[in-house]
């Protein structure tokens, strides 16, 4: 089987993109000047042309280290409310069961008196720690020991006036 092309002019001509080229014989034309001052207006345009929009990669947030692990924050948290909850269990085991846990001896007079000299010797040790501390607190350490030694005399102090309050003091041995 053979095929026969035959060639037709096309149906739509092509239309001139570009103007035709001078001819030899046609003059250029000579001694055309503008006023115009091509720096300032295209600084003019630049200045209010509107910025160009710069393509940014979007960020996928799945991608990122750490994407998808527990935070830090929430892990401590945990950790301490498991840590509150045992101790909360814990005492309300002990509270239950008291006379299993717990054997009760009563104190001597001269043990008492000598637990009450070496509290007294140690609310004095304390005392002097605290006078000798300096009027500002400016440092967070400074602040810090002066609560402690704040809070050590308190402790001290009441464990003093319980000693105080009656001849007979029973000892709970756990």
Not at 8 to 26: G, H, I, Y
Not at 122 to 150: C, F, G, I, M, V
Request: contains cysteine.
């Amino acid at each position: 089987m053979s095929v026969c092309v035959t060639s037709k002019p096309p149906s739509n001509p092509k239309t001139k993109l570009r103007p035709p080229v001078p001819a030899k014989e046609d003059a250029p034309v000579m001694g055309l000047q503008s006023n115009k001052n091509f720096i300032t207006t295209n600084a003019v345009q630049v200045i209010l042309a509107k910025p160009q929009k710069v393509p940014q990669e979007e960020f996928v947030w799945t991608m990122r280290p750490g994407y998808g692990s527990t935070p830090l924050y929430l892990r401590r948290n945990k950790q301490r409310v498991a840590y509150e909850k045992e101790q909360f269990e814990q005492y309300v085991r002990m509270r239950q069961e008291p006379a299993a846990n717990a054997s009760v001896s009563q104190l001597s007079s001269s043990e008492r008196s000598e637990l009450l000299r070496h509290l007294k010797r140690k609310w004095a040790s304390l005392n002097d720690a605290y006078q000798r501390l300096p009027l500002s607190t400016d440092s967070e350490q400074k602040k810090h020991r002066k609560e402690e030694l704040e809070r050590m005399l308190a402790e001290t102090e009441k464990d003093i006036k319980t000693l105080e309050r009656g001849e007979t003091v029973l000892v709970v041995d756990e």
